[in-house]
Structure formats: structure tokens, C-alpha cells
């Protein structure tokens, strides 16, 4: 049997495990990543929808606010802010989704009972397989993908509700269906969510396109700290606290920053240093390819994808460039 065959039945089981745990459970509490993007709130959404077509009870949490771009998405005004509200119990049944590791979860993991059992649904390689049951498919281009199926192995009938949740999670995560995770699958399942009435334009406009004013100033901003190393192979822009109070933007802001450095002609890795905290740089790493940035963020705490990845460095953002400067650079010799 080739191993394109045994990932296939493996994969199967985890299908098929997954849809035994949520249908002999009940009361489940669903989370994402901190400071979730496109795919971590359109896979919260997507099973929130999934279990109340089921008729399960569940509550949506996350350790902070959703992302408000994706507000027009079912169920976005049905997660709970951990940062405002805080249940006044715990949980023994949960489904994360897009969670690399544990840790992304995020104090939200404080909801969680000693004897919790845990369905880790996520398509990150470097997931670590946290919790008791797992359905992880590394080679989905996002994890609403992993949910589609879900969805479908379940013979549960898909609606545009579900629709929207799926196909904003896969445009985000394949960058407008323009990533090397763009595979014929993924544009398979986009044809039929079309056709099931999702406005692809509509919703491209929404997410990819517009911006809010303080997006563009703190644009402005970033783009002054642009610098480069090995001879321009490597590129990055940073971002302190004070620039965000000064331009009043967000950290929803920062999205996609890190691709202007990445998409100079010439540069094999774009990196993006946001301060979060004093003495805390979150930093987010793009590839061309020929770097596996992935295996970089691992080793320093983070993890990710080949060509998408991060990790926090502890110390000032003059450190954490240091810092990555020298890890990065190594590996463009």
C-alpha cells in the first residue's frame, strides 16, 4: 500500500473518530488560537454551526476579541471575549481548532476540567497531537478544509451559512487562492461552495481588499522601518506599542503586514516584529520556499507552516531582530 493510500485511511479514522466523540458527547466548549485570523475564527464559527445542526450545546470561546472583519460570518456574535466574560465553570468536553500546540490556546486552557477529553482538530505540521483524540491533516490548506469533511463524512447537508464559514477560511489561509496550499482539492471545494450560493467576490472584497484608516497609517508607519540583511535576501518590519497608540490601530491592523517585506523582489524571507507587551515581540516569518521558517519558529517556542510561522521572543525589538536576524540568516548562506 503506498503511503499516499495509508495517509488516506488514516485519515478516514480520524474522520470517523472525531465524528463518534462529538456525537456521543455533549456540552462542548470550542476554541481557536490567541489572536485568531481568518481560518481560527471561520473554523470556530463552522463548528459552532456544525453542532447546532447536530443539536449539541456548546459554548465558542476565546481569550480575546474575533477578528471584526469576519462579522458577517454565522456565529460571530456568539463567541464569548475570555477578556470580558468569565464562565463560572468547567468544561470536560473540547474541540480546538487551528491550535498548533497547546499553548496557542491561550488562558482560555483555565475553562478546562483535570479529567477534560480534547478533539485537537488542526492542519499546522508542527501540531504537537495535544489532547485525546486528534484529526490533523498536515497537507489541507487550512482547517476549515478538515471541517468540509467533517461535515461531509457526517452526511450532515451543508447550507450558505456553513458555506460562508468555509470558504473565508480557505481564501485567507491560501492568500486569495494564490499560495502553493492551493491544490485541486481546495479549488474543488470552492466550486461547490459557489454553487451553493457563496458570493466569492463579495466576501474577497470584505477580507482581502478593504482596509480601515488606521490599517493605512499604521501602513505608513511600518513601511519606514523597513530594513534588510544577506545582501537583501532577508527583510522585516517592526512595530512598537507606540505606533499602535499613535495611529489607534489594533493588532487586527497588522494583518498582512509581513507580506510587503516578503514580496520585495529578491528577499527569500519577510519577518514582521509587533511588540504585544513590553519586553514581548511576537514575531511573524514568511518564505519563499527555500527556507523552511517552520523549523525555525519551532525551535524558538513557535511553530507553524514551510513558508508561514512565528514564535515570541522575550526582550526589546531591537533583540528580537537580533535574534532572528542571526537564526534566519544562517540558514541563507
Same mark, same amino acid.
Given at each position: @500500500?503506498?503511503?499516499?493510500?495509508? +495517509?488516506? *485511511?488514516? &485519515?478516514? #479514522?480520524?474522520?470517523?473518530? /472525531?465524528?463518534?466523540?462529538? =456525537?456521543?458527547?455533549?456540552?462542548?466548549?470550542?476554541?481557536?488560537?490567541?489572536?485568531?485570523?481568518?481560518?481560527?475564527?471561520?473554523? *470556530?464559527?463552522?463548528?459552532?454551526?456544525?453542532?447546532?445542526?447536530?443539536?449539541? *450545546?456548546?459554548?465558542?470561546?476565546?481569550?480575546?476579541?474575533?477578528? !471584526?472583519?469576519?462579522?458577517? %460570518?454565522?456565529?460571530?456574535?456568539?463567541?464569548?471575549?475570555?477578556?470580558?466574560?468569565?464562565?463560572?465553570?468547567? &468544561? #470536560?468536553?473540547?474541540?480546538?481548532?487551528?491550535?498548533?500546540?497547546?499553548?496557542?490556546?491561550?488562558?482560555?486552557?483555565?475553562?478546562?476540567?483535570?479529567?477534560?477529553?480534547?478533539?485537537?482538530?488542526?492542519? +499546522?505540521?508542527?501540531?504537537?497531537?495535544?489532547?485525546? &483524540?486528534?484529526?490533523?491533516? +498536515?497537507?489541507?490548506?487550512?482547517?476549515?478544509?478538515?471541517?468540509?469533511?467533517?461535515?461531509?463524512?457526517?452526511?450532515?447537508?451543508?447550507?450558505?451559512?456553513?458555506?460562508?464559514?468555509? &470558504?473565508?477560511?480557505?481564501?485567507?489561509?491560501?492568500?486569495?487562492?494564490?499560495?502553493?496550499?492551493?491544490?485541486?482539492?481546495? @479549488?474543488?471545494?470552492?466550486?461547490?461552495?459557489?454553487?451553493?450560493?457563496?458570493?466569492? !467576490?463579495?466576501?474577497?472584497?470584505?477580507?482581502?481588499?478593504?482596509? *480601515?484608516? !488606521?490599517?493605512?497609517?499604521?501602513?505608513?508607519? /511600518?513601511?519606514?522601518?523597513?530594513?534588510?540583511?544577506? =545582501?537583501?535576501? %532577508?527583510?522585516?518590519?517592526?512595530?512598537?506599542? /507606540?505606533?499602535? =497608540?499613535?495611529?489607534?490601530?489594533?493588532? =487586527?491592523?497588522?494583518?498582512?503586514?509581513?507580506?510587503?517585506?516578503?514580496?520585495?523582489?529578491?528577499?527569500?524571507?519577510?519577518?514582521?516584529?509587533?511588540?504585544?507587551?513590553?519586553?514581548?515581540?511576537?514575531?511573524? %516569518?514568511?518564505?519563499?520556499?527555500?527556507?523552511?521558517?517552520?523549523?525555525?519558529?519551532?525551535?524558538?517556542?513557535?511553530?507553524? +507552516?514551510?513558508?508561514?510561522?512565528?514564535?515570541?521572543?522575550?526582550?526589546?525589538?531591537?533583540?528580537?531582530?537580533?535574534?532572528?536576524?542571526?537564526?534566519?540568516?544562517?540558514?541563507?548562506?
Amino acid at each position: @500500500m503506498s503511503s499516499r493510500m495509508i +495517509h488516506a *485511511t488514516e &485519515y478516514s #479514522q480520524q474522520l470517523e473518530a /472525531a465524528a463518534k466523540f462529538i =456525537e456521543q458527547h455533549d456540552d462542548f466548549l470550542v476554541v481557536s488560537h490567541i489572536q485568531p485570523d481568518g481560518d481560527a475564527a471561520s473554523s *470556530t464559527y463552522a463548528m459552532g454551526w456544525l453542532l447546532t445542526r447536530l443539536g449539541k *450545546t456548546y459554548t465558542m470561546i476565546n481569550e480575546g476579541a474575533m477578528p !471584526s472583519k469576519f462579522s458577517y %460570518l454565522w456565529g460571530s456574535d456568539r463567541v464569548l471575549d475570555l477578556s470580558k466574560v468569565m464562565p463560572s465553570r468547567l &468544561y #470536560q468536553t473540547i474541540i480546538s481548532v487551528d491550535c498548533a500546540d497547546f499553548s496557542r490556546i491561550g488562558r482560555v486552557s483555565t475553562l478546562f476540567d483535570g479529567q477534560a477529553q480534547l478533539l485537537n482538530v488542526d492542519h +499546522h505540521p508542527t501540531n504537537d497531537k495535544f489532547g485525546l &483524540y486528534h484529526l490533523i491533516k +498536515h497537507d489541507a490548506a487550512a482547517t476549515v478544509q478538515i471541517l468540509y469533511d467533517l461535515a461531509i463524512h457526517m452526511n450532515i447537508k451543508l447550507d450558505l451559512s456553513f458555506g460562508d464559514c468555509i &470558504y473565508t477560511g480557505l481564501l485567507t489561509d491560501t492568500g486569495g487562492f494564490r499560495y502553493s496550499n492551493t491544490s485541486p482539492e481546495v @479549488m474543488q471545494i470552492g466550486a461547490n461552495l459557489l454553487a451553493l450560493g457563496v458570493q466569492g !467576490s463579495v466576501i474577497a472584497e470584505q477580507v482581502l481588499e478593504r482596509v *480601515t484608516y !488606521s490599517q493605512i497609517v499604521l501602513l505608513q508607519k /511600518a513601511l519606514s522601518t523597513l530594513s534588510f540583511a544577506n =545582501e537583501r535576501k %532577508l527583510a522585516w518590519l517592526a512595530v512598537s506599542l /507606540a505606533d499602535l =497608540e499613535s495611529t489607534g490601530a489594533s493588532s =487586527e491592523d497588522l494583518d498582512g503586514l509581513v507580506n510587503y517585506p516578503r514580496n520585495v523582489e529578491g528577499v527569500e524571507v519577510g519577518m514582521l516584529f509587533k511588540e504585544k507587551a513590553p519586553g514581548v515581540i511576537k514575531v511573524s %516569518l514568511r518564505s519563499s520556499g527555500l527556507v523552511d521558517v517552520a523549523a525555525i519558529a519551532q525551535s524558538l517556542g513557535g511553530g507553524g +507552516h514551510v513558508r508561514a510561522s512565528g514564535c515570541t521572543i522575550q526582550g526589546t525589538l531591537e533583540e528580537a531582530v537580533a535574534t532572528m536576524v542571526q537564526e534566519v540568516g544562517s540558514k541563507l548562506i
